[in-house]
């Protein structure tokens, strides 16, 4: 007897350790080897993140946990480094409604430095002597076409030059506990700018809660003074897919993104950050696989739900129709 009821513990403790084990390796538990920063593999509503195969991503559905890809590594983000520019700005010069906030005249320096950088091949917004933005303006042109010209000109104007303004940006990211994250520049041009996705979601989340910065990043286009009407680069952003994209040879395609699901009769806001995506320095190539990488997040976490969009009634350029805030 004694014998017998042994038998049965062992073969109830065998069965619980297979399910167990059944159970962290259906949500991606199960540890993997490699160098990093370990990502948290949890599932989201009862379905496992399908994180992309390459680089690395973070992804938040609702309320939920904020779940990283693992092995984060601490990698250049190219124009995802002006989300902070952005935050910075908003949290010194908060826009309501539709406030246009501070105005700037721009100097003859400024606009030939954004002459001289666009005939590098920069990421620059065309601007001209004596020509007057407002503070919105200038989010929308450093946020929608990414003028890194126009990242440095809010350097001066809310720090007084990019010195004061890079302190700003490093301390905000320790008060935000992004460990893994360095500014070296405002605009993400220099490779020496780096962080995690992890991080990077940390702070969208944060920037999310200005809703200027929403409408925004939720806009298709922007028309400027000079510069005319300019495109957002974001692939998805036709599709409901809010956010900030980023792209060159070093950091590949990123892509910082909100979008609004429904899953169990509820509707959620998805938000997201993928880096890393494809290779090479072909803008439209990488940021393609960012938006698939990003459309891989959101389906994997809701596979049956029906995906919402936040086209705004006035129009394509999102002025109206502000997603609520998350």
């Given at each position: 007897m004694r014998g017998a009821r042994r038998s049965r513990v062992l073969l109830g403790t065998v069965a619980v350790l297979v399910l167990v084990r059944a159970g962290f390796s259906a949500a991606g538990h199960m540890p993997r080897g490699g160098g990093g920063i370990p990502g948290a593999r949890l599932p989201v509503h009862g379905t496992a993140v399908g994180w992309p195969q390459d680089g690395q991503a973070a992804f938040?559905?609702?309320d939920g946990r904020l779940q990283a890809s693992p092995h984060q590594q601490p990698a250049p983000i190219a124009s995802l480094a002006k989300v902070m520019t952005a935050y910075l700005t908003l949290e010194r010069y908060p826009l309501s409604g539709e406030?246009?906030?501070?105005?700037?005249?721009v100097t003859d320096a400024q606009a030939q430095v954004a002459a001289r950088d666009a005939a590098r091949g920069q990421s620059v917004v065309a601007v001209r002597a004596g020509e007057q933005l407002t503070e919105r303006q200038l989010l929308e042109a450093l946020l929608v076409p990414s003028g890194n010209n126009i990242a440095q000109l809010l350097s001066e104007t809310v720090a007084g030059g990019e010195t004061g303004f890079l302190e700003a940006m490093n301390a905000q990211a320790r008060a935000l506990a992004m460990?893994?994250?360095?500014?070296?520049?405002?605009?993400?041009f220099d490779p020496g700018t780096v962080s995690t996705a992890a991080d990077q979601l940390r702070l969208f989340r944060r920037a999310m809660r200005f809703a200027a910065f929403r409408r925004i990043v939720s806009m298709a286009s922007v028309t400027l003074p000079v510069a005319g009407t300019l495109r957002n680069f974001n692939p998805l952003v036709a599709d409901g897919y809010a956010g900030k994209t980023g792209s060159d040879a070093a950091a590949g395609g990123?892509?910082?993104?909100?979008t609004h699901l429904t899953t169990g009769g509820r509707r959620l806001t998805a938000a997201g950050v993928v880096m890393g995506q494809g290779e090479g320095s072909d803008t439209s190539a990488i940021l393609a696989a960012a938006a698939e990488a990003a459309e891989q997040l959101v389906q994997s976490a809701a596979p049956r739900s029906g995906?919402?969009?936040?086209?705004a009634p006035g129009g394509p350029d999102g002025r109206r129709g502000v997603p609520p805030l998350p």
């Open positions: 938040v559905l609702g406030q246009e906030g501070f105005t700037i005249t460990a893994h994250t360095v500014y070296t520049d405002p605009s993400g990123c892509l910082a993104f909100f995906i919402g969009t936040m086209r």
